[in-house]
Every structure is written in structure tokens, then in C-alpha cells.
């Protein structure tokens, strides 16, 4: 019974999920291991298993859906360049590099270029996770990481009309059987790859056209009747209908769900559709970790562990490089390259799809089969500890004189006069920008920190002091004055980042203001320890704009609500942090 079996998969994650936490290991570990032990190759306390991997692939597509409302266009169009230079370098350079080193074991090159797409695909629904866990979608490696699985979303169709061709060159190709179908959710519409290419991507355009235009006016006639489940229902279809578009035209149901959500995200009801559906999300999203760790079976694992251990690390390494030499040659740090590579340096969930639908056909033996589904669930387990322990790899790396010079990062272009008793500013996005012009009105000079080499090329070119630099380096904040500086202000969105360069900046200017932009509340002291004076949270300060108009809707004075924010404000947020005592009105 289906019922039966999905209680038994979130009792066993429940309780798998609990012990992880408690050694703080991360829950994508504890939902793969899950799988493994309630899978047909654990304990086998699952039967329905084809189910319950249905109800996984829901859950990625509600996953996508809610990041795609998070995104917005003008996001979206800043990232094709990245796409470009370092996205298309990642799955060319993937593919050619698997193709080589697999040659001589798999016997032909169209079964070497099949394992090459293979392991160029990367996980989507993991990165994601694991960047908004962290609070770096919005840093520089998270932002190469969201382009380049943004662009290999797009070329799913030219992946899955490669697998026909690749068989009838390898001379392997079979009839396409009903299991083919179920892998592959259908044959190719289009056999002609042009076709094929041309129709999904005016499918997509069609999609955001759409969902600028028309959704929003269907969505607004439903929001009038003031019915919430209609218009919850309303945005499931529009999610999952979108999906199953996409995948109909032979695109992946991930890329629909996320056009969707994109679609809606700047309307007026983008809002309210992700608080929806974010009930739905983290629940059914964890499913596909367990449906993914099901698929490992520990009995070949252990009869072929050197073989498998093999086949990941060559395939962690080989990811991260070349993800890590385009971003590189295009102007951003050697240590966010590596970052950026790391984080997608796993096999990806379309990749079971594909290389179920090539072993159909024939391109991969059974053998290869079973060490491809080993290896990229390792992988996927693998990549959340690559990620946690990376930063301090690195760090610990540029301190020793063989690899200083390589992990510093190149020296900000210096003014022709030393500037003094100005303001640094580390981070160039919205509140960067906004510091900025505030800064220039008033004639306060100021020097920005950027990573993004775009932004530093067209901001200079704009006459802004601008320089290329991370400001977790001790020589970039010197060649900034920061010495010299009355205030720093670190408005950047890399929580790890930040902490590491209030911690640099008060070691080289015992004396200066420091203000630290950051998201949650439960920030505030650390930062505070490591030399901040001022912390300002996101999240502190939409809450005091909500006390503050609630307060005036029952008249109370104006100058009495600015001396309870000023209380607020100068016990460090003490009173919405603890709740310790209530504040009085004096």
C-alpha cells in the first residue's frame, strides 16, 4: 500500500535526518542515506518504489517552481554571459574530457561521449538546496554555479536526442521498449536535432511571454473571488502544466517549473504564490533525495569499491577544474572558481534518466550501468562535506608560501592619490549601489570592493572608484586604505565571506567603524564578536517598518515610536531577538 510505504520513508528519514543533526552532518546526507536503507537494496521496507519516486519528481519540480519566483528577469538576463563563458566551457569541456579518459574502457567513442553527457549534467535540485542553506545564491561562485545549471537545464534536449544517434553509431540501438519510454517519459518528438533545438526554445520563449501576459490576468480574475484554494489549485497548474509542456517538447520538467515560477515573479502575486507553495516544497523535495539514494545498491558497492571510489574522485576533480579554469580566465578569484566548481562537481538527477534510457538501448553494460548509479549517488552525498570544508581548505592553503601566491587574489588598481578618511565598501549589488550614490551626493569619497569583473569593467568605465578585489584579503583591504579609512561597510550576501573579512578588517584597523549589512537576527552576536559595530539585519528591519506603521494605526505619537526604535536599536535588537521584557512606552 502506498500510504503505508510513505510512512515508512519519512519515519525512517525522520529518524536518520535527527541523528545527522545532532553530529551537525548535512540532511542531503541523512535523506540519501535514508533512501539507502528503506530502498530495494537496504532493508527493502519500501515496495512501491516506482511511486514514491513519482511523488520525488513533484517534489523537484514544486522545488524549481519556488526558485524561479525567487529570481526575477533582469536577474536571469545578467546571467547569460556567465552562461556563455563559463557555462557552455563546463559541459563541452566535461564531455570531451570523459569522452578521452573512457575510450579505451567502454570500447567506442559514441558510448565514451554518452558517459561524457552523463557526468557534464549536474544536480539542480542539490546546488540549489545547498546554496540557499548557506545563504550564497546570491555570492559570486553561487552565481556562476545557478548559470551554469541554468544552461544545462536548456540542453537536456540535445542530451536526450544525442542517446538515438550515439546507439545507431555504436551499432548497439534496440527497439525502444516500454521501460525506454518510462525513463525517458517519452520518444522525441523532433528526430531532427535543429527541429528539435529551434522548437524548445521558442517553447520556452512562449512560456515567459505567457506568463508576463496572460497568467497574471487569469490569476487576477481568480484572486477576485477570494477564494484561496482556487487560486492555490490555480498555481499548481500553472507550475505543473508548465512542467509537463517542457517535457513534452522533450526539455526537462525542472526547466519548465522554474520558467513558471520565473514568469510570476515580478507580478503582483509572485508573493503570495510562493508562500503557497512553500509548505509543499521542502517536504516533497526531500523525497527525491531518498528516491535517489534508493537507486544505490550497497552490494555492488562493495563488491567494486575501488573501482567506484575511483570513478567519483576522478569525476569530483575533473568537474571542479573545469568549472573552476573558464570562471578563472574570466576575471573572478581562483578561490571563488574553485568554490563554484566544487558545488556542481556531483552527477546530476536527469543523468539517471539519460543513462537508464542508454543502457536500453545499449551504450552502457549492465556493470557499467550499476558503477555510473553508484558513483553519482556518491557523489551526490559527497558534495555537501566538499562544500562545508572547502573555505577552510583554502584559507589554510594561502597561508602556506607555495600557494599563497596562487590563492591571493590580484591587487585593486591604486589611485593616483592616496585616498584618506573615506568609506570602504565591499559589494557592489543593491545596497552597495544604493551606499554608493548616497556617498557621491553628499561628496564622501568612498572606494568599492567588487567580484563580479563585469560589474568592475562597466562601473569604471562609468568613472566610479571601483576595484576587483575579495575583501577577505588582508592586501586588497590595505591597498584600499582601509588603514586610512574612517568606515567599512561590508554589504555583501557570502555569510562565510563576511565574517571572514570583518575578522581581516579589524585586525589591520583596530580603529574604524565597521557596519555589516546581514540576513537574520541570529547573526548579530557573532558578527558582533568579531569586531562589527554595527549590524544591520534584513529581516530585523522589515520588522521594525511593520512595528512602526502598526503603532501609527493606533495613533501612538510619532516621537514616542522613534524613541522605541532608537531603545531597539541601541540594545542591539536585544528585545525581538529574546523576548526578555517587554518595552514601555516612557
Not at 456 to 465: M, P, T
Amino acid at each position: 500500500m502506498f500510504l503505508s510505504d510513505l510512512l515508512v520513508v519519512f519515519a525512517v528519514t525522520a529518524a536518520v535526518v535527527f541523528v545527522f543533526g545532532r553530529f551537525r552532518l548535512p540532511s542531503v546526507i541523512g535523506l540519501l542515506v535514508s533512501g539507502v536503507l528503506v530502498g530495494p537494496y537496504g532493508l527493502s521496507l519500501v515496495g512501491d518504489v516506482e511511486s514514491v519516486r513519482l511523488l520525488a519528481e513533484i517534489g523537484v519540480v514544486v522545488l524549481l517552481f519556488t526558485v524561479g519566483l525567487e529570481f526575477s528577469m533582469a536577474r536571469l538576463l545578467t546571467m547569460l554571459p556567465l552562461m556563455v563563458k563559463i557555462g557552455a566551457p563546463q559541459i563541452v569541456g566535461t564531455t570531451a574530457l570523459v569522452t578521452a579518459a573512457t575510450c579505451w574502457y567502454l570500447g567506442s567513442w559514441p558510448q565514451a561521449v554518452f558517459a561524457g553527457l552523463l557526468v557534464a549534467m549536474s544536480s539542480t535540485a542539490i546546488v540549489l538546496k545547498l546554496l540557499a542553506d548557506r545563504g550564497e545564491t546570491g555570492a559570486p561562485h553561487g552565481r556562476i554555479d545557478v548559470a551554469v545549471l541554468l544552461l544545462q537545464d536548456l540542453l537536456v534536449v540535445v542530451a536526450m536526442l544525442a542517446v538515438p544517434m550515439l546507439a545507431e553509431a555504436a551499432g548497439t540501438r534496440a527497439a525502444p521498449s516500454a521501460a525506454v519510454a518510462a525513463a525517458s517519459h517519452q520518444a522525441p518528438l523532433f528526430p531532427n536535432p535543429l527541429a528539435a533545438v529551434i522548437v524548445g526554445l521558442a517553447v520556452v520563449a512562449a512560456i515567459l511571454i505567457a506568463g508576463r501576459r496572460f497568467v497574471p490576468i487569469v490569476l487576477h480574475e481568480v484572486v477576485r473571488l477570494r477564494n484561496r484554494e482556487l487560486f492555490l489549485i490555480t498555481i499548481v497548474l500553472i507550475c505543473l502544466g508548465t512542467a509537463a509542456i517542457t517535457a513534452w517538447v522533450g526539455l526537462s520538467l525542472a526547466l519548465g517549473a522554474f520558467l513558471a515560477g520565473l514568469s510570476l515573479s515580478e507580478s503582483e502575486y509572485g508573493h503570495q504564490a510562493f508562500t503557497e507553495v512553500l509548505p509543499f516544497r521542502d517536504t516533497l523535495a526531500s523525497l527525491f533525495f531518498v528516491s535517489v539514494g534508493m537507486l544505490l545498491d550497497i552490494r555492488f558497492l562493495a563488491g567494486n569499491a575501488g573501482l567506484v571510489a575511483l570513478t567519483v574522485a576522478a569525476i569530483v576533480v575533473a568537474k571542479t577544474l573545469v568549472t573552476a579554469i573558464p570562471a578563472w580566465i574570466d576575471g573572478f578569484p581562483l578561490r571563488t572558481s574553485l568554490l563554484a566548481g566544487a558545488a556542481i562537481a556531483q552527477v546530476g538527477e536527469f543523468s539517471f534518466v539519460l543513462g537508464s534510457r542508454g543502457a536500453e538501448v545499449g551504450l552502457l553494460a549492465a556493470d557499467d550501468y550499476q558503477t555510473f548509479l553508484a558513483a553519482a549517488v556518491l557523489t551526490m552525498a559527497v558534495t555537501p562535506l566538499l562544500v562545508g570544508v572547502l573555505p577552510g581548505w583554502l584559507d589554510r592553503l594561502g597561508r602556506i608560501p607555495l600557494f599563497s601566491r596562487l590563492l591571493s587574489e590580484p591587487l585593486p588598481e591604486q589611485a593616483g592619490v592616496e585616498i584618506s578618511d573615506h568609506v570602504v565598501i565591499a559589494g557592489f549589488g543593491l545596497n552597495g549601489r544604493n551606499l554608493a550614490a548616497a556617498l557621491a551626493e553628499f561628496g564622501v569619497p568612498h572606494v568599492i570592493l567588487e567580484l563580479n569583473p563585469e560589474t568592475v569593467r562597466s562601473q569604471r568605465a562609468a568613472g566610479l572608484d571601483i576595484r576587483y578585489g575579495d575583501c577577505t584579503r588582508v592586501a586588497v583591504l590595505e591597498h584600499a586604505g582601509i588603514a586610512r579609512a574612517r568606515a567599512f561597510v561590508v554589504a555583501i550576501s557570502d555569510p562565510a565571506s563576511t565574517r571572514r573579512s570583518v575578522r581581516v578588517a579589524r585586525e589591520l584597523a583596530p580603529g574604524i567603524t565597521i557596519l555589516v549589512r546581514t540576513e537574520y537576527l541570529s547573526e548579530v552576536d557573532e558578527l558582533k564578536g568579531l569586531g562589527a559595530n554595527v549590524v544591520i539585519p534584513a529581516e530585523f528591519e522589515t520588522a521594525l517598518s511593520l512595528f512602526e506603521r502598526v503603532l501609527g494605526i493606533y495613533d501612538v505619537p510619532d516621537d514616542t515610536v522613534d524613541d522605541l526604535v532608537d531603545r531597539m536599536r541601541l540594545e542591539n535588537y536585544g528585545f525581538l531577538r529574546s523576548h526578555r521584557r517587554p518595552i514601555r512606552q516612557s
